[in-house]
Nanobody, 121 residues
Framework: VQLQAFGGGLVQAGGSVRLSCAAS????????LGWLRQVPGKEREFVAA?????GRIYSVDGRFTVSRDDRKNTVDLQMSGLKPEDTADYYC??????????????????WGQGTLVTVSS
């Protein structure tokens, strides 16, 4: 599956941003789609994921809401109450694995390019 993310930019602390990711390829709807982020010099970390048919939703923070539209093959990440520490490159990704207690970057086999979100204080 191929993924392309959109929607990053500069936002003030306390503000909101919505990231979108367009997926293409075979059986996209069968994948768990997720978002991870990475700050330069740090490891990539899981943010949120949603299984096929929106059956299960996982998020590390209640400020982050993930959703998907399997008719359009898109997955969105709505982030609110942003903080400067949320500044990172955000990546959409796809996984065929089953949830095993936590999501790790290595659980995702397909990746889009990163989109930078910068939160100013």
């Amino acid at each position: 599956v191929q993924l392309q993310a959109f929607g990053g930019g500069l936002v003030q602390a306390g503000g909101s941003v919505r990231l979108s990711c367009a997926a293409s390829g075979r059986r996209v709807s069968s994948y768990t789609l997720g978002w991870l982020r990475q700050v330069p010099g740090k490891e990539r970390e899981f943010v949120a994921a949603i299984t096929w048919n929106s059956g299960r939703i996982y998020s590390v923070d209640g400020r982050f809401t993930v959703s998907r539209d399997d008719r359009k093959n898109t997955v969105d990440l709505q982030m609110s109450g942003l903080k400067p520490e949320d500044t990172a490159d955000y990546y959409c990704a796809a996984s065929t694995r089953m949830y095993a207690g936590r999501w790790r970057p290595e659980d995702f086999s397909s990746w889009g390019q990163g989109t930078l979100v910068t939160v100013s204080s």
